[in-house]
């Protein structure tokens, strides 16, 4: 099974409007992490929000927001008022195990492109 | 503050060939990963060192594959013979400290696209 699920491959928004981004994930671990990354036509990966499980309340961080619901087991990220350099595809990716624990391999989704038009 | 750096941005080589890529995490970072995207597949997990020692190498898809860390510092994943299957971009990451949650989060690298012929 998956343990991380994004299942928009692509995804059309207008400049200045905002934009959510699925992300579903599979874990049997209590404590965990998800993150988000960008990563634009240059091709370098740019960590964009942090999310932990035990986060009673959502993360954000600038234009971008984390729409964290735990009994779904979802973490969307919603971009705000996109920009057009907020094209880029977009990552899901989720550590298991609690911090410090000495293990934080990430597992990712296969990413969403978001195209932002004018 | 300098980010991950990685080199080559690009390698292009025939099969059987020899490539050996390299990691300079950021400065003071302990922790050094490496991750790989196939074509058309999600981003996996290779391996991670904690300063200069293997904490996992689960990853490594096989043992044409050798990444090392040196000192503690940069880090090189060799691939030897290269195969067809081995293309792919090549990504570190490396984060400061496990032991708090705030530094727990991975920076990664601009990657190194390989493609063998």
């Known amino acids: 099974a998956q343990k991380i699920t994004q299942t928009q491959p692509g995804m059309f928004v207008q400049e200045k409007e905002a934009v959510t981004l699925d992300c579903t994930y599979d874990t049997s671990d209590q404590s965990y992490g998800l993150f988000w990354y960008k990563q634009p036509s240059s091709g370098e990966m740019i960590f964009l929000i942090y999310q932990g499980s035990y986060d009673e309340q959502n993360a954000t961080e600038g234009r971008y927001s984390l729409n964290f619901q735990k009994a779904r087991k979802s973490a969307n990220l919603v971009i705000s008022a996109s920009q057009l350099g907020d094209s880029a595809m977009y990552f899901c990716a989720m550590r298991e195990g609690l911090y410090g624990s000495g293990y934080s391999t990430l597992t990712f989704g296969k990413g969403t492109m978001l195209l932002v038009s004018p | 503050e300098a980010g991950v750096t990685q080199f080559p941005s690009h390698s292009v080589i025939e099969k059987g060939q020899t490539v050996t890529l390299r990691c300079d995490p950021i400065?003071?970072?302990?922790?050094l990963y490496w991750y790989r995207r196939v074509m058309g597949k999600e981003i996996k997990f290779l391996l991670h060192?904690?300063?200069?020692?293997?904490?996992?190498e689960s990853g490594m898809p096989n043992n044409r594959f050798l990444a090392e860390r040196t000192g503690g510092t940069y880090s090189t994943l060799k691939v030897q013979p290269a195969e067809l299957e081995d293309s792919g971009v090549y990504f570190c990451?490396?984060?400061?400290?496990?032991?708090?949650?705030?530094?727990?989060?991975?920076?990664f690298g601009p990657g190194t696209r390989l493609t063998v012929l």
């Open positions: 400065s003071g970072h302990d922790n």
């Open positions: 060192f904690v300063k200069e020692s293997k904490q996992d």
């Open positions: 990451a490396s984060s400061q400290d496990l032991r708090e949650r705030d530094t727990d989060t991975q920076y």
